[in-house]
């Protein structure tokens, strides 16, 4: 419905009366800290590093800058698709309702980032922790498998609650429980609606509050009853905001922000009491003792089961000396010559170690695996006195990162240890934290790259020869490459994640020079060739076309930022560059192989090269950096080819 021009004033003061009483935030709050301009500055230039590092330092990703402009609106502006894609993916809003979402959609620079934006609704893009709020609230109604601790009796109705969920959410049961832990059952007053109560565990679930609180005629308590009955609760369980939450229910926009407040409220709760409890009692012990260790079931923190990982085992050739001087595995194996000072490293080495974290069945369903593995007829499904110990094919750090993810939604891993999370995610059926991880791998890896990266490989080489330091800059781009691009990849195809292998075709395309001649690229292209089963001559190979789709795309965006596009053009050349050229080769035609003609020559290069010629991948002289990029183009397709041919490839 249309309103009227008065009515829009008026909705828009009282809104703004909120904003200003501090009852309403605003969706996009002024801000102009440090680390808020870090990220603005990054979704300009399309740093998507640093967007992931504002991001997990909880940058405030809808918050807007000095000039009005939110990181959104800049991503989409400055035409960056994967800035775009991280932001939404990380909670940034685009509503097309509203000033900001429309002022998003009509400043994206082109139609694919204009589509991006309008496939993500409010839901998807606003409330990211919604599967995690899901989750927990189906822990209410879930029958199998049991993870139930605390029976909960009313009126004709039962509860199955969880100790550690009410422990982390009220103050109250966190005094009554840290007291009694080995507490099963409890009484509510009659005088309590048992419906009151309901209403106050799905909330305190992470649940929405109903519309109708279920009184009337045939229940046995009127709606008013039962209002009194969530007050008391309310106050008794010590969650005012549960009684603030019911009176903004009938406003929309108060009501949505009421919820998204108190699910990120009880995000924080569960990572605090997962932390000081989960985290505080994990047990280090030597590996050979894991299996000796013992829990009560009536334990402190609730936990039901325990998750076992090991360190990666350490490959330890115990030898011993034949009569001949050879040295001998255990298995009796010769495995070389005996060195005169070698000994035997068992003495220095520390024993093997694993870890052991006191978890909840009740979170680890979030994974489809452990969701079997509880519902079936399995070991790990049947009661024992103790706490069964079971154990997972992962590293500690790993496993710390997966639980850390079913407890809080949270995935702040290292870069170090992403591709593990991925493989372990895979292995345990975790669809999300697979997505999440490949964003980690894709963003901190340094997946772009400036089209002059060649330039700065010339300049290194050319201060290498003179023995000059590298500079600063260059020193920091090297230390960035820390991934193995070539296992990203393969890790890629292993896990079925598309994003990794278009990360892996943009990283390649865009240092293609680095790696063309590399055995183990070549190899590489050969693994994407066979993986189409009975392939065909005209078949493509699917790596090798999106490297030339992103080599195309790394140096026409060169071009069109300068209006340069003919430059693409394969038969063309710039005249200044074969100008140059050839002015070049005529000179060295003329020039004898004397020692002064030589020097001569480098000393006329060295003038063009100053004048604002550059050089080549194949060491030739360019006109200019416009020129020199046309000719780099044609030299990578030219090595595409001529590797293609190398490895009797079609494609």
């Known amino acids: 419905m249309l309103l009227r021009k008065d009515q829009l004033e008026a909705s828009l003061h009282e809104e703004k009366k909120l904003i200003e009483d501090g009852k309403l935030k605003e969706d996009n709050p002024l801000d102009l800290s440090e680390n808020f301009n870090k990220l603005c500055e990054a979704c300009r230039r399309g740093d998507l590093k640093l967007c992931q590092e504002m991001i997990t330092a909880g940058v405030n990703i809808n918050a807007r800058d ?72 189906s822990l209410l109604t879930r029958d199998t498998p049991k993870t139930s601790d605390l029976v909960v009796a009313s009126a004709g109705e039962t509860f199955h ?24 059952s409890w009484k509510i007053p009659p005088a309590i609606p048992p419906q009151a109560f309901g209403v106050a565990m799905r909330y305190v679930y992470l649940g929405e509050i109903p519309n109708e609180l279920g009184g009337g005629p045939g229940t046995g308590f009127s709606d008013e009853e039962i209002l009194k009955g969530l007050d008391k609760i309310s106050k008794h369980l010590e969650i005012r905001s549960l009684w ?15 919820r998204t407040e108190e699910v990120e409220k009880g995000r924080s709760q569960l990572d605090a009491w997962y932390t000081d409890n989960v985290l505080k009692h994990k047990v280090i012990v030597e590996t050979e003792k894991a299996d000796e260790i013992q829990w009560n079931r009536d ?29 001998k595995s255990s298995d009796g194996i010769p495995i070389g010559p005996l060195s005169s000072n070698s000994r035997s490293p068992s003495t220095s080495r520390a024993p093997r170690q694993s870890t052991l974290f006191p978890v909840h069945r009740a979170m680890l369903l979030r994974s489809d695996f452990f969701l079997t593995m509880f519902s079936s007829g399995f ?39 992403a591709i593990d999370v991925l493989f372990a995610a895979d292995l345990f059926l975790i669809e999300r934290l697979k997505l999440k991880a490949a964003v980690i791998i894709s963003t901190l890896g340094n997946g772009t790259m400036h089209p002059h990266h060649h330039h700065d490989i010339e300049s290194r080489e050319h201060a290498a020869q003179e023995h000059e330091p590298p500079l600063p800059q260059q020193a920091e781009q090297e230390e960035q490459e820390v991934i193995n691009i070539y296992d990203i990849i393969r890790a890629g195809w292993l896990t079925r994640v598309p994003r990794l292998e278009e990360f892996g075709a943009r990283y390649l395309a865009h240092r293609l020079e680095s790696y063309i001649d590399d055995e183990d690229f070549a190899e590489l292209i050969r693994e994407s060739a066979s993986r189409i089963k009975g392939r065909q001559e005209t078949d493509s190979i699917e790596l090798l076309d999106d490297i030339r789709y992103y080599l195309s795309e790394r140096f026409r965006l060169r071009f069109e930022e300068a209006g340069l596009e003919d430059m693409m053009d394969e038969e063309t050349e ?31 290069q060295q003038q ?31 090595k595409i080819d001529a590797l293609l041919e190398r490895l009797m490839l079609d494609a």
Do not use: M
């Not at 609650?161 to 099963?184: G, Q």
């Not at 334990?299 to 040295?327: H, M, Y």
């Not at 500690?396 to 170090?416: G, H, N, R, S």
């Open 66 to 137: 000095r000039f009005d402009y939110t990181p959104l609106i800049l991503a989409s502006l400055c035409g960056h698709y994967e800035v775009v894609q991280l932001l939404l993916e990380s909670g940034a809003l685009c509503e097309r309702d509203t000033f900001q979402g429309e002022r998003c959609l009509y400043n994206a620079l082109n139609d694919r980032i204009r589509n991006l934006l309008l496939s993500y609704d409010y839901s998807k893009s606003t409330d990211p922790l919604q599967p995690f709020a899901a989750h927990v609230t």
């Open 299 to 327: 334990n402190a923190i609730f936990a039901d089961v325990l998750l076992r990982a090991d360190e990666p085992a350490i490959i330890d050739l115990t030898t011993e000396t034949s009569i001949n001087g050879t040295r």
């Open 608 to 638: 063009l090269l100053t004048s604002g010629a550059v050089r080549t991948l194949d060491g030739e002289i360019a006109g200019d950096e416009f020129a020199g990029d046309a000719i780099n183009f044609q030299i990578l397709l030219g």
């Open 379 to 417: 070991r790990e499904a049947q009661p024992t006195h103790h706490l069964q110990i079971i154990s997972v094919d992962c590293s500690p750090q790993v496993l710390e990162a997966i639980l850390t993810f079913f407890y809080t939604e949270k995935t702040a891993f290292p870069l170090d240890i």
């Open 574 to 604: 710039t005249g200044a560059a074969a100008g140059i050229r050839g002015e070049v080769t005529g000179e060295r035609e003329e020039l004898d192989d004397d020692v002064s003609q030589q020097q001569q020559q480098q000393q006329q």
């Open 244 to 258: 603030d939450a019911i009176l903004e229910n009938d406003d929309r926009r108060l009501s949505r922000q009421r």
């Open 161 to 184: 609650l969880h100790k550690f969920v009410l422990s982390a959410r009220s103050p109250y049961f966190r005094k009554k429980l840290s007291t009694a832990p080995e507490t099963t």
